[in-house]
């Protein structure tokens, strides 16, 4: 396997969770406060290389932005959520 050849798996393992987060929200995004978001066990699921911020109140915060993204050799691939009150605004940028 060639570094491209890797590379454009590790691409492909964010393209496919991120959708699965857009197609599914309210499985992955079932939050109780924003320090939940760092426990949460999908994000280990993403390829080595993704970073993620949170941004919000804690204490049981009913609003906050997830910004997860993954650089490639070409372009930022990101996932953008954003969570009023139960709510979701999720942008793929992949």
Not at 24 to 44: G, I, T
């Amino acid at each position: 396997m060639t570094i491209l050849d890797l590379e454009q798996y590790k691409q492909e393992c964010f393209d496919q969770l991120a959708t699965k987060i857009c197609q599914s929200p309210e499985y992955y995004l079932d939050f109780d406060s924003v320090s939940d978001v760092y426990k949460a066990k999908w994000l280990d699921d993403f390829p080595v290389g993704t970073t993620w911020a949170v941004s919000g109140l804690d204490d049981g915060a009913e609003d906050f932005c997830i910004s997860i993204q993954y650089k490639t050799l070409y372009k930022i691939k990101r996932l953008s959520i954003e969570m009023k009150q139960g709510h979701y605004k999720i942008d793929m940028n992949i």
